[in-house]
């Protein structure tokens, strides 16, 4: 059974930063894409970024282009996402995921994606 176990969520100001991390256990980490999503209140859950299980890969919606940075530690089993430049509308419950597929690049539909963890709060005031 996947375990999925995310931190590093908080209250920040406008312009500044957080580093989300995630660490997976229970399945080949290595071996799976892992994304980001995030669920701001009231709105439908929407992809953030996702990385290639290999590393060499990410891809971002474009509202966090240029502002955050999906990273991950195969070593460690964990995955990370740098927040630089936060605006109030990135204010949202994060989470991350594993893709249900094992080597599969290119998903970005929270259906494609299976054992989310618990979440982080992350709050951006203006």
């Known amino acids: 059974q996947v375990q999925l176990v995310e931190s590093g969520g908080g209250l920040v100001q406008a312009g500044g930063s957080l580093r989300l991390s995630c660490v997976a256990s229970?399945?080949?980490?290595?071996?799976?894409?892992m994304g980001w999503f995030r669920q701001a209140p009231g709105k439908e859950r929407e992809f953030v970024a996702a990385i290639r299980w290999s590393g060499t890969s990410t891809s971002y919606t474009e509202s966090v282009k240029g502002r955050f940075t999906i990273s991950r530690d195969n070593a460690k089993n964990t995955v990370y996402l740098q927040m630089n430049s936060l605006k109030p509308d990135d204010t949202a419950v994060y989470y991350c995921s594993q893709d249900k597929s094992p080597l599969r690049w290119g998903a970005t539909a929270g259906g494609e994606y299976g054992h989310w963890g618990q979440g982080t709060q992350v709050t951006v005031s203006s």
């Open positions: 229970g399945r080949t980490f290595n071996a799976y894409t």
